[in-house]
C-alpha cells in the first residue's frame, strides 16, 4: 500500500541554525504534499504546501523541494527560533482519493 | 466559529462502554474528515464526508466505530464497546475541497 516515511525522526538545532526534515513516498501518481506543524496538545496546522506541478515553493523562512523522479521531497527551515519547536509532519495525497498519508513526525527543537 | 471546534476535549472511557466525539467544522466547508492519530505517531484517515455523504469509511477499524454527518455540518464519531487499543487523539478536519485541510485541536479518548 501507500507509504510515506520521514526522517529524522527528532532534531536539535541551535537558534539561528538551518533545519531539513525529508520525506518519500511511494505512490508514484502522488500530486500534492502538505507540511502540518503541530504543537503540544493542538491539532496539526498547514504551514506550506507543493503540488506536483512545481519544483520549489517559498514563503519567508519556510520552503519545500520536490523531487518526483526520486519521489522525495523535503522541507527547509531557515534562520530558526525557539517557537519553531513543534512536531511536523510530512503528507502525500493518495491518488484518485481525497485522503492524504502521513509521514511518521519529527520533533524540533530549537535551542536558544 | 473562526476554526474546526471538537468536543470533548478529553474523555476517559472504561472499557465497553460507548463514547461520542463531536465535530463542528468551519462553516461552509463541504469535506470533513477524520483521523485517528496514536501516541507518537501521524494521523491516520478514519472517515469521509462530503455535506451529508460518507463517501469514504475504508479506514475505520472496525464495526464498532460508526461515523454521521446528517446535515452536512455537524459530525459524530461513535465508537461502541470501546477497547484499549482504541486509545488515542481523534481529529477532525474540514476543507473547502481544495486540498487544505483544517484541522481541530482534537478530543483525547483514554479507554482503561
Known amino acids: 500500500g501507500e507509504n510515506v516515511e520521514q526522517h529524522p525522526s527528532t532534531l536539535s538545532v541551535q537558534e539561528g541554525d538551518s533545519a531539513v526534515i525529508k520525506c518519500t513516498y511511494s505512490?508514484?501518481?502522488?500530486?500534492?504534499f502538505p507540511w502540518y506543524k503541530q504543537e503540544l496538545g493542538k491539532g496539526p496546522q498547514l504551514i506550506i504546501d507543493i503540488r506536483s506541478n512545481v519544483g520549489e515553493k517559498k514563503d519567508q523562512r519556510i520552503a519545500v523541494t520536490l523531487n518526483k523522479t526520486a519521489k522525495h521531497f523535503s522541507l527547509h527551515i531557515t534562520e530558526t527560533q525557539p517557537e519553531d519547536s513543534a512536531v511536523y509532519f510530512c503528507?502525500?495525497?493518495?491518488?484518485?482519493?481525497?485522503?492524504?498519508?502521513f509521514g511518521t513526525g519529527t520533533r524540533l527543537k530549537v535551542l536558544a | 466559529g473562526a476554526g474546526v471546534s471538537q468536543s470533548p476535549r478529553y474523555k476517559v472511557a472504561k472499557r465497553g462502554q460507548d463514547v461520542a466525539l463531536r465535530c463542528d467544522p468551519i462553516s461552509g466547508h463541504v469535506s470533513l474528515f477524520w483521523y485517528q492519530q496514536a501516541l507518537g505517531q501521524g494521523p491516520e484517515f478514519l472517515t469521509y464526508?462530503?455535506?451529508?455523504?460518507?463517501?469514504?469509511k475504508s479506514g475505520l477499524p472496525s464495526d464498532r466505530f460508526f461515523a454521521e454527518r446528517p446535515e452536512g455540518s455537524v459530525s459524530t464519531l461513535k465508537i461502541q464497546r470501546t477497547q484499549q487499543e482504541d486509545s488515542a487523539v481523534y481529529l477532525c478536519?474540514?476543507?473547502?475541497?481544495?486540498?487544505?485541510?483544517?484541522f481541530g485541536e482534537g478530543s483525547r479518548l483514554t479507554v482503561l
Open positions: 503528507a502525500a495525497s493518495i491518488s484518485g482519493t481525497y485522503k492524504y498519508i
Open positions: 478536519a474540514s476543507s473547502l475541497g481544495d486540498g487544505e485541510l483544517f
Open positions: 464526508f462530503q455535506n451529508e455523504a460518507q463517501l469514504d
Open positions: 505512490d508514484s501518481a502522488s500530486n500534492y
